[in-house]
């Protein structure tokens, strides 16, 4: 019964690590998934991570179920460390909070609740944007297009595209949105860009839906990285946040994450929040507790939240300062007179090159350097002593 079974493809982003372990060569390079790593190239378990676990051990915590929506104080302190404590939002009890399977089941929840709340409602989703989205609002069967967001020329953003699509969509469209660093181009819109795109959603009475993967990670404070879906919270908006801790605590694998949806009144978020559970109880009935204590014992501890901001402050740097040596390598290898200062200008985990696929085959094939095939690398995944190499494999395919 099951001979009818075709094979699924590799995933485009996973794929790329099950080729990386195949190759036996000593110069590859894995920097396809968004992973942090060391200067030695080794995965990193925070400090603060082993700190709050072993007082959960010492503490003697049980393993019982959670409620449906979560753990309380994990609920508490994300919503807070997203919008501020003393946000408006947070003080007229309009954020309906549920915990959910890190950033993809909470994107994964919200998509279902579109799809039950807001039937034929489209989500846009900007072009290019983290491959899984699209899985997401597939499986959801929630129909999506694209807005206008990279502009290859520039390797910058395509503001007047994204405005005129923004504009040219169907009254109150889902708005999907990076809250900050964007994957895959690291191009985030500026200040005054983000005042300019809330403006044409409040036009057009489209809800946003943030995807925040990068909390912190991205400029290495929270609140900077927040501004974005605060701005528009302060204007009164509804809106959505998915939100992840697998990067900006190094809790992948917890599946620690959560949906925010902010509501006009109070009331209509405690009918949100029913709803969202009557969603996931079937689903997967209740979240994991580890990585939710974890998260609510480090926020909820000053001394433990401070050694948090330090270690991302300093992973944040990491990625910076790798950033900085392969535009150097770039710029001093490179004789074509190509800019490069996009390198710098992008934000967070990731750099778009503007590598095509066949190009980013050279990187694969001649120089062992494995990445994505729209031109994304990881520079969570590089090291200071690699970017010169790397600069060379780029330049290389480049000129292919
Ligand atoms: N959204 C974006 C934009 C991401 O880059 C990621 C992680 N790569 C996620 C969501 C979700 O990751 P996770 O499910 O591990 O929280």
Do not use: H, I, K
């Given at each position: 019964r099951f001979e009818g079974v075709t094979m699924a493809p590799p995933d485009p982003i996973l794929g790329v690590s099950e080729a990386f372990k195949a190759d036996t060569s000593d110069l590859k390079?894995?920097?396809?998934?968004?992973?942090?790593?060391?200067?030695e190239l080794q995965p990193y378990v925070l400090e603060v991570v082993k700190k709050a676990e072993s007082l959960m051990l010492e503490r003697g915590e049980n393993k019982e179920y959670l409620p449906i929506e979560g753990l309380a104080a994990f609920n508490k302190a994300t919503a807070e460390l997203l919008f501020g404590a003393g946000n408006q939002v947070i003080q007229e009890q309009r954020v309906a909070t549920v915990q959910g399977l890190s950033g993809t089941g909470s994107l994964r929840l919200a998509a279902a609740f579109i799809e039950r709340y807001f039937p034929g409602a489209k989500v846009l989703i900007s072009a290019p944007t983290w491959g899984n989205h699209k899985n997401i609002f597939n499986d959801a069967r929630v129909p999506w297009s694209e807005y206008r967001y990279y502009d290859p020329k520039t390797v910058g953003l395509d503001f007047e595209g994204m405005i005129s699509d923004l504009k040219a969509a169907?009254?109150?469209s889902f708005i999907l949105l990076h809250g900050c660093a964007h994957n895959p181009t690291g191009i985030d819109p500026t200040p005054a860009q983000w005042e300019k795109i809330a403006d044409v959603i409040q036009e057009k009475n489209h809800i946003p839906f943030f995807d925040v993967a990068y909390q912190g990670f991205a400029s290495g404070s929270l609140d900077e990285d927040?501004?974005?879906?605060?701005l528009f919270a302060a204007r009164g908006i509804e809106l959505l946040v998915a939100q992840s801790y697998s990067k900006n605590l190094g809790l992948y694998a917890e599946r620690i994450g959560a949906i925010n949806v902010v509501c006009s009144s109070p009331d209509a978020a405690v009918r949100v929040k029913s709803q969202l559970k009557r969603i996931a109880r079937p689903m997967y009935s209740n979240p994991p507790i580890h990585g939710a204590k974890i998260v609510a014992n480090i926020v909820?501890?000053?001394t433990l939240f401070n050694q948090w901001k330090d270690e991302m402050q300093m992973m944040a740097g990491r990625i910076k300062s790798v950033r900085q040596k392969l535009y150097d390598s770039l710029s001093a290898k490179d004789k074509s007179g190509k800019?490069?200062?996009f390198v710098l200008q992008q934000i967070g985990m990731f750099s778009f090159t503007g590598l095509n696929k066949a190009q980013s085959d050279n990187m694969t094939d001649k120089w062992h350097v494995y990445m994505t095939k729209d031109g994304r690398i990881s520079l969570a995944g590089l090291s200071s002593a690699k970017c010169e190499y790397l600069a060379d494999a780029i330049i290389?395919?480049?000129h292919n």
């Open positions: 390079l894995n920097l396809g998934v968004g992973a942090y790593r060391t200067e169907p009254d109150g927040a501004s974005s879906v605060r909820g501890d000053p800019d490069w200062s290389d395919s480049f």
